[in-house]
């Protein structure tokens, strides 16, 4: 089960914390380190900094004067995993205070955590991908909403293209779900074949289109008569359409928006794009984050040749 499994069934929301003395605190925090994580993380990070806020001031408890005790009381609520989580999550939010001169002293501080194995992220091969887009136009029903102002067969025409070319979108350029939310028409330079993307920290970068998806593009946007945002969604609906299409395509890996991305880029490194093009594609910071996918490239040229190669071995003489 994952920490965000585990959590209880009713969030603490920005209104819970609006009694105390430290909602601006926290929300400065969020601001902060928002640039630096991605979306799930920082999610993560604000449902349990608040958890934590919420039951120190119910205990009538300065959250500054924190002590390593208290931290360890909070945490027994939580599986291994999860504390893992949450003591790093609480961890960065004092770092942030003590650097602030709001605390002098950080509970995580003396907290031992267990190692856990990192996993290489996980990727689709190409058939999955287009199984995958197959999958997001075949899921859609019918069905009309009110304000869309549209008829059942023009709502039903426009979830199914926008979906299918959602995540053809993000399989071919690695956008962040976040990204894809937010992207517009006058974002997209069809002459130019770029796309203009404001990613994290608010720093602009250049994206390639292939040919294809350009012409899918103008497509979508003079069929459906699209001015504003390309397709008006929200990070979590995003989630949600590319998970429903995982699981109408059979496919049995966890398939999420960052799947995709992991995706993207594991394709353009397999196909020969040089890695420093890749790190500008992504909006990576450092080289280094972008060379795991060197490594996850070359795991997936060993597994694709054992497919293929393992029945010819098990057919020859030896």
Not at 149 to 164: A, C, T, V, W
Request: one cysteine or more.
């Amino acid at each position: 089960m994952s920490a965000g499994e585990e959590e209880e069934k009713i969030e603490i929301t920005e209104e819970d914390l609006r009694a105390f003395e430290w909602e601006e605190i926290f929300n400065e925090f969020i601001d902060y380190v928002e640039p630096e994580v991605s979306e799930t993380t920082l999610r993560y990070y604000g449902n349990f900094i608040k958890r934590w806020l919420l039951w120190l001031l119910l205990d009538g408890k300065d959250p500054a004067k924190a002590t390593v005790e208290d931290l360890k009381k909070f945490l027994e609520r939580y599986s291994d995993v999860s504390k893992r989580t949450v003591t790093i999550a609480i961890g960065r939010f004092y770092a942030y205070l003590i650097e602030k001169g709001i605390a002098s002293n950080n509970p995580a501080g003396e907290i031992k955590l267990r190692r856990t194995p990192k996993k290489l992220p996980e990727v689709l091969t190409v058939e999955e991908c287009s199984k995958l887009i197959t999958a997001a136009s075949r899921m859609v029903k019918e069905g009309k909403i009110p304000y869309t102002g549209m008829s059942p067969k023009e709502l039903y025409e426009y979830k199914r293209d926008r979906n299918r070319l959602l995540i053809l979108l993000m399989v071919l350029t690695g956008l962040r779900a976040s990204e894809v939310s937010n992207l517009a028409v006058k974002n997209i330079d069809f002459e130019s074949k770029v796309i203009r993307v404001l990613g994290k920290g608010r720093k602009e970068r250049i994206v390639p289109m292939t040919d294809g998806l350009v012409k899918e593009l103008k497509r979508f946007i003079k069929k459906h008569k699209i001015k504003d945002r390309l397709f008006n969604v929200g990070v979590r609906q995003i989630e949600n359409i590319v998970k429903n299409a995982a699981k109408v395509a059979g496919i049995q890996k966890k398939v999420t928006p960052h799947t995709l991305r992991h995706t993207a880029a594991t394709l353009m490194i397999m196909n020969g794009v040089d890695i420093s093009t890749v790190q500008q594609v992504l909006g990576h910071e450092s080289l280094a984050t972008t060379q795991i996918y060197i490594t996850l490239s070359a795991e997936h040229i060993k597994e694709e040749h054992r497919k293929g190669m393992e029945p010819v071995s098990r057919a020859l003489p030896g």
